[in-house]
């Protein structure tokens, strides 16, 4: 993760399997062979003198279905994970990942860093100390290979840095896939022609171990598209794709993925909502990715690797990256730098423990606090939705509208999206409660639908509040998605309002 992105696709930057002998001891040597354009059904390890071996197919398939933690130390990211090794951190760490449900940890190596073209001794010292406590907690490891890297005229040392890494892992049940280039540009030619032959000298090192390069959240699934069309003499077993777009539509954006590199398989390598202030609050995160791993599910990708496991502290991202510039980068974390659980990991948990998370994590009754509620507003200027603990149809809290003003065709709001992906035809409920204290202009609740690409398609409004004063009422919508639908949006509306408007209890279904 190192790219800038918007606030609608923000910056940042895959896996289960049995135990193997010791990495360095030898076992059945494996007839080296292309990657798979059709991938075979995954098979059982093959025994070897009572041993498990790690087979591609075996590696594939865990690849496909891991529970992974990208990872850097919250004290120690990029490259200073590896130049600041801390072993008692991240052992403490990966417990904590392991104990939230994670079978595999993504872990990024840097050539600058390890020594080039030779890894000097110390560094691949460090790469086995870590592999080593990830296997003590039952996780396997992802490699990442390339990052902050532009050494392309160099296919030489590339490839023997390459095969230097992952040469003593090509055997080791531990590690199950490798990823040759973080955020791969595949319009970049010199970029293109390093790969092709970098992938065949990795493949003669490691025939049993799985490739694949991932793209940028910017690239998406035109640039999967690209690579598999300019990688196809040398084909991957697997597409990453790295996931920071609009998460109400993942599940298009998923599709799209899927279709751009059918029939190979993708996983979501990358993805996640920063937190930090002016960006989106720990209430958005959680519901961010709420909706992806709802959509993952419903696309049937198996593998959704939150970035990352904790926030960065202060001077822990190398000053002399651009990322360290990034305010954005540094709260990525589904712990915040201090430990603390957000709420983004007990939306993490719930998945990988194989459930789904309920609408609790979209705060339909304002009872979260506000730093912790995936409402948005719209329209702010015109009029603000405040959170209120003196007026409740039940709990304690509501959200209240006063003096609000409007545009010339439109009414300002607070909103918030489903975690259940949106499909055409579907059909939709909402509801909310609302009361109000001198009432004027519009009050209502509404669901607007867009399609793959941002486009809005129409709406549906409810009744409105009754003007004057009234108690709690009940408005509702009950529609089906229309064509082309890919998420709604359900708004909360005041617009020349000189009174006062309350909703609570909103539901979405």
Do not use: C
Not at 212 to 240: C, H, R
């Amino acid at each position: 993760m190192k790219t800038v992105r918007s606030r609608a696709a923000i910056i940042a930057s895959s896996l289960l399997f049995a135990m193997v002998a010791p990495a360095g001891e030898a076992t059945a040597a494996s007839k080296p062979s292309p990657a798979p354009k059709n991938p075979a059904k995954a098979t059982a390890p093959v025994k070897v003198k009572g041993e498990v071996v790690a087979t591609l197919e075996s590696r594939l398939d865990a690849t496909l279905s891991a529970k992974t933690i990208n990872y850097y130390p919250s004290t120690a990211g990029w490259s200073a994970m590896w130049t600041s090794f801390d072993a008692d951190r991240i052992d403490a760490d990966l417990k904590k990942a392991a104990a939230l449900g994670a079978d595999n940890v993504r872990i990024i190596i840097f050539p600058q860093a390890f020594g080039y073209p030779t890894p000097k001794a110390e560094y691949a010292e460090r790469l086995r100390k870590f592999i080593s406590i990830a296997d003590s907690y039952g996780m396997t490891v992802k490699l990442t290979l390339f990052d902050w890297w532009a050494g392309y005229n160099d296919t030489a040392g590339s490839a023997a840095w390459a095969k230097s890494v992952i040469s003593p892992y090509a055997k080791d049940a531990r590690v199950i896939s490798v990823e040759l280039k973080n955020e791969f540009n595949p319009n970049d030619t010199s970029a293109v022609a390093w790969a092709k032959k970098i992938i065949p000298s990795v493949r003669a090192a490691a025939p049993e171990m799985p490739l694949t390069l991932s793209v940028d959240g910017s690239g998406g699934a035109p640039a999967m598209a690209k690579i598999k069309s300019v990688m196809a003499g040398t084909p991957l077993d697997y597409f990453d794709f790295h996931f920071y777009g609009n998460s109400e539509r993942s599940l298009a954006e998923l599709r799209k993925a899927q279709a751009a590199v059918s029939p190979s398989p993708i996983v979501v390598g990358e993805t996640g909502l920063t937190s930090a202030p002016g960006f989106a609050s720990e209430g958005e995160q959680a519901a961010f990715l709420a909706r992806v791993f709802q959509a993952a599910k419903t696309a049937k990708v198996g593998s959704v690797a939150p970035w990352t496991l904790s926030d960065f502290s202060a001077g822990a991202i190398p000053s002399n990256s651009q990322v360290s510039k990034m305010p954005a980068q540094y709260k990525f974390g589904l712990y915040r730098a201090d430990g603390v659980a957000k709420p983004a990991a007990s939306v993490v948990r719930t998945y990988w423990a194989g459930s789904t998370a309920t609408n609790t994590v979209l705060d339909l009754g304002f009872e979260a606090s506000a730093g912790n509620s995936p409402w948005r507003p719209y329209l702010a200027e015109h009029g603000t939705a405040v959170r209120v603990r003196d007026v409740a149809r039940t709990g304690t809290g509501s959200a209240r509208f006063s003096d609000t003003g409007r545009t010339s065709s439109a009414l300002p709001s607070v909103r918030t999206s489903p975690i259940t992906p949106v499909v055409a035809g579907q059909a939709w409920h909402a509801e909310a409660w609302a009361k109000g204290v001198n009432v004027t202009g519009s009050n209502e609740i509404s669901l607007s639908w867009f399609d793959a690409n941002d486009k809005w398609l129409g709406q549906n409004v409810s009744k409105q509040v009754a003007k004057g004063t009234s108690n709690w009422t009940k408005l509702t919508i009950d529609t089906v998605a229309p064509a082309g639908a890919a998420s709604v949006q359900l708004h909360l509306k005041s617009g020349d309002n000189n009174g006062t408007v309350w909703f609570d209890d909103v539901v979405l279904s």
